[in-house]
């Protein structure tokens, strides 16, 4: 199974900050990765796929990039209703795998 | 508007049985593929299982293999995950979860059942 590793595992960050996660990949995933936001008691939502398309409704605030194992997620202005752990998602191969999250917290 | 609405959680000792059912509306159900996918208590999320628009592709996860069965029926938009032999680290919310077209990315998520199994 291909591995997904995620860092930091937390972040804290103000309203109107930029944030990067990083989502490293155990083999080459081209640019098969998703990613996703949760909030807590809520389901996941596809934000990016393929790496770096934006999904539809999603605000451009939050963008998408790499290839082949290394893979960034940024959120150019963090806004309140941003705040929620966010996970990658390798599609390459099966069985698809999960990041094991970064939680954006308040500082 | 596309939804998906699970049911069918509850609370399970070990060694029993549940059988969870996701409900689709909003949106033509017979083309897509499927899976479950589950998060336990302040973890992390792990696919569960795959299974095409036809039912002739299955898949499993390794850690319900043998234990859990995954179908669906197209004509009354519904899929379904039988549970068997049920373990305490089965204990999870499951969610229904849309599969986009030739690719495994997964666009739309019930809002999840939770399964909790415990003596």
């Known amino acids: 199974d291909i591995q997904m590793t995620q860092s930091p595992s937390s972040v804290s960050a103000s309203v109107g900050d930029r944030v990067t996660i990083t989502c490293r990949a155990s083999q080459n995933i081209s640019n098969w990765l998703a990613w996703y936001q949760q909030k807590p008691g809520k389901a996941p939502k596809l934000l990016i796929y393929a790496a770096s398309s934006l999904q539809s409704g999603v605000p451009s605030s939050f963008s998408g990039s790499g290839s082949g194992t290394d893979f960034t997620l940024a959120i150019s202005s963090l806004q309140p209703e941003d705040f929620a752990t966010y996970y990658c998602?390798?599609?390459?191969?099966?069985?698809?795998?999960f990041g094991q999250g970064t939680k954006v917290e308040i500082k | 508007e596309v939804q998906l609405v699970e049911s069918g959680g509850g609370l399970v000792k070990p060694g029993g049985s549940l059988r969870l059912s996701c409900a689709a509306s909003g949106f033509t159900f017979s083309p897509y593929s499927m899976n479950w996918v589950r998060q336990a208590p302040g973890k992390g999320l792990e696919w569960v299982s795959y299974i095409s628009s036809s039912s002739r592709y299955i898949i499993y996860a390794d850690s319900v293999k043998g234990r859990f069965t995954i179908s669906r029926d197209n004509a009354k938009n519904l899929l379904y995950l039988q549970m068997s032999s049920l373990r305490a680290e089965d204990t999870a919310v499951y969610y229904c979860?849309?599969?986009?077209?030739?690719?495994?990315?997964?666009?739309?998520w019930g809002k999840g059942t939770t399964v909790t199994v415990s003596s």
């Open positions: 998602q390798q599609a390459n191969s099966f069985p698809p795998t």
């Open positions: 979860v849309r599969v986009v077209p030739a690719a495994d990315y997964m666009d739309v």
